[in-house]
């Protein structure tokens, strides 16, 4: 991996060779502010980064960008997404300088889901560029200092470049070889898909060492707590890509009652361990979807803290 690319916080600790740990807050429904840095109060001094959604589920909520100001406000550096579904180049572009003038470092590029799914399913999309050529329009605008169209920028953004991975969507054998092109494409630092079903995620990261992929970009694993079983049959049933074991669900049936989330957080804090001493794993990417809240306990519990600076 070549020199340091930006002022990014993460991408020191990544390169200094830590065990990285990013959070994640979803905006809100609104341009409630107090409720927004209510939430960012509980992830201070646990992570390293804070991926901040981009109308997630095709839901509308308060802009990425304008979250992510807010974030760099209260003392967080955040991980600025970006879907390609609601813009076209030039909104694409104009966001990019935009966000890196507000402070933003990092950037994470990703499809989107369908509109469909979301509520406004009339909406149109645009998905003007996919997921891969915004990884290289981004590593274009920052690397050669210039423009889709090759006109000059005068102050390039240095953003650290992220995009996501779905270890476990159909084709499974298709999986590394689209990770491979989004490296390839420039992307700097990898979050996976919440992990759930262990074995499969060992013999996707066997072929991602295999193919030396780890040593061309950070992998992240990622981890979402499951807070019921409700919330299990669900993601297991109901989310496209999602590979939920029927051996979790029923292990945490068999909790008993009032004690199924903190089976989840036994079940997330063993995947830590295992992650820490995963080769190809340089950190972890906790979504703790509107259980913010517990994200402290679960850092300490894993034993992540304090977590390193690196000047």
């Known amino acids: ?3 340091l690319k930006s002022g990014s916080n993460l991408e020191k600790i990544l390169r200094a060779g830590h065990f990285a ?3 994640e807050c979803g905006p809100p429904k609104g341009a409630n502010v107090e409720a927004l840095k209510k939430k960012l109060s509980y992830l201070k001094g646990m992570v390293d980064a804070v991926n901040i959604t981009d109308n997630q589920t095709a839901v509308v909520r308060m802009s990425s960008w304008a979250a992510s100001t807010i974030l760099i406000q209260e003392g967080l550096e955040p991980n600025f997404q970006m879907v390609c579904r609601d813009r076209n180049r030039l909104a694409i572009m104009s966001d990019i300088l935009g966000v890196y003038a507000m402070g933003v470092r990092n950037m994470l590029c990703l499809s989107g889901d369908h509109q469909r799914f979301g509520n406004h399913p009339e909406a149109k999309n645009v998905y003007d560029i ?7 329009l981004v590593k274009k605008m920052r690397d050669e200092g210039k423009f889709l169209n090759g006109e000059e920028i005068d102050v390039p953004p240095r953003l650290f470049i992220g995009a996501a991975c779905n270890p476990f969507a159909d084709p499974f054998e298709f999986r590394v070889h689209r990770l491979a092109l989004k490296i390839e494409a420039g992307a700097d630092f990898i ?3 919440c992990i759930y079903n262990m074995d499969k995620f060992r013999e996707f990261m066997k072929r991602v060492v295999d193919m030396g992929l780890h040593e061309r970009c950070y992998m992240l694993a990622g981890i979402t707590p499951m807070k019921s079983v409700g919330m299990a049959q669900y993601m297991s049933k109901m989310v496209p890509g999602m590979d939920v074991p029927e051996s979790l669900i029923k292990r945490l049936k068999g909790a008993g009652k009032g004690k199924v989330a903190e089976e ?11 992650f820490k001493e995963m080769e190809g794993i340089a950190g972890i990417h906790l979504m703790a979807i509107e259980w913010e809240h ?5 850092v300490e519990r894993a034993g992540l803290l304090p977590r390193p600076t690196v000047e």
């Open 1 to 3: 991996m070549s020199e």
């Open 21 to 23: 740990l990013t959070g």
């Open 130 to 136: 996919d997921s891969i050529q915004l990884v290289a």
């Open 191 to 193: 979050q996976t898909q």
């Open 264 to 274: 989840g957080i036994k079940f997330a804090l063993e995947q830590i361990e295992e």
């Open 294 to 298: 517990r994200v402290p306990e679960i």
